[in-house]
Structure formats: structure tokens, C-alpha cells
């Protein structure tokens, strides 16, 4: 999902609903999080209980220079919790992360929020795939055809 902020949670969805024996894991962060809210919203309407949502909030937009977000003022656990979430998870132990990933499956879609710390090393590199390889190396990893 390089260079598409927000849409990884809405593309998670469709592919929940679309492939229910699937586990879905969207790995969102807390920016992309805000500039599509709404998507919370949409995933707790259709409640698939295979798509597990791991947001990991460092309070920044870590990718684009780290614009600092709003999201030290909200909860995005209880947000997901309203929005109709089966389990909605707040945590800073990456252990409760690990127990969360292991637990079966509930009625609806699970959320965690992992709160981080800003910052990446200073020599990861940019994402080299053009968006048509990555579409092509997703559909083949889900047995579809480019």
C-alpha cells in the first residue's frame, strides 16, 4: 500500500468480507488512521471476525517528516470500540500485542492500538515497487490472478 495513507484498513475489508477463510491483519498507522476515520466506522458495520486492525501509534507522521498528529488527544481503542468492534486493545507491552495476535478468533473484527516511539533508522530504505508489482505480488500471495 505504498504511498496510500489511510486506505490499508478499507482494503483489509474487502478482502475480509471477499475471503472469509482468511486471517486479515491491517497494519495501520495512527496518521493514516486519522485521514480515513470513517473506515472504523465501516469495519465495525460489517464486523468480519476474521480481520484483526494493529495500529501502531507513535503520535507522528513518521513517514513524511514527522508532522506531529492529534492523536495523543483521542483514544483510538475506545473510537474502535464505538464503532463496533468485537475488542478494542490499548497498550504500550508488546507482549499483549503478541497474546492479542494469538487469541481465536471473535464474533466481530479485533483492534489494538501499540503506542511506540516516534522515529526509524536513519538508513531504511523507500519502498522500490511500483504500485502495479505490488498489486501483482498481493494477488499471487492470495491465490488470484494479477
Not at 468480507?17 to 495512527?30: T, Y
Not at 468485537?86 to 487469541?103: E, K
Request: aromatic share 4%; with cysteine.
Amino acid at each position: 500500500m505504498v504511498g496510500s495513507m489511510g486506505c490499508v484498513t478499507a482494503l483489509a475489508l474487502g478482502l475480509a468480507l471477499r475471503r472469509p477463510d482468511l486471517r486479515v491483519i491491517a497494519l495501520d498507522g495512527d496518521g493514516a488512521a486519522l485521514m480515513r476515520l470513517g473506515t472504523l466506522a465501516t469495519v465495525g458495520a460489517y464486523a468480519p471476525p476474521n480481520l484483526m486492525h494493529l495500529l501502531l501509534d507513535n503520535g507522528v507522521h513518521d513517514s513524511t517528516g514527522a508532522q506531529a498528529t492529534v492523536s495523543p488527544h483521542l483514544s483510538f481503542a475506545a473510537v474502535a470500540a464505538a464503532c463496533g468492534y468485537a475488542q478494542a486493545l490499548r497498550t504500550a507491552n508488546l507482549a499483549r500485542i503478541a497474546a492479542w495476535l494469538a487469541a481465536p478468533p471473535l464474533a466481530g473484527p479485533r483492534f489494538a492500538c501499540l503506542l511506540t516511539r516516534p522515529g526509524s533508522p536513519k538508513d531504511l530504505p523507500r519502498p522500490q515497487l511500483k504500485p502495479a508489482a505490488v498489486r501483482e505480488r498481493f494477488m499471487q500471495h492470495i491465490g488470484g490472478a494479477p
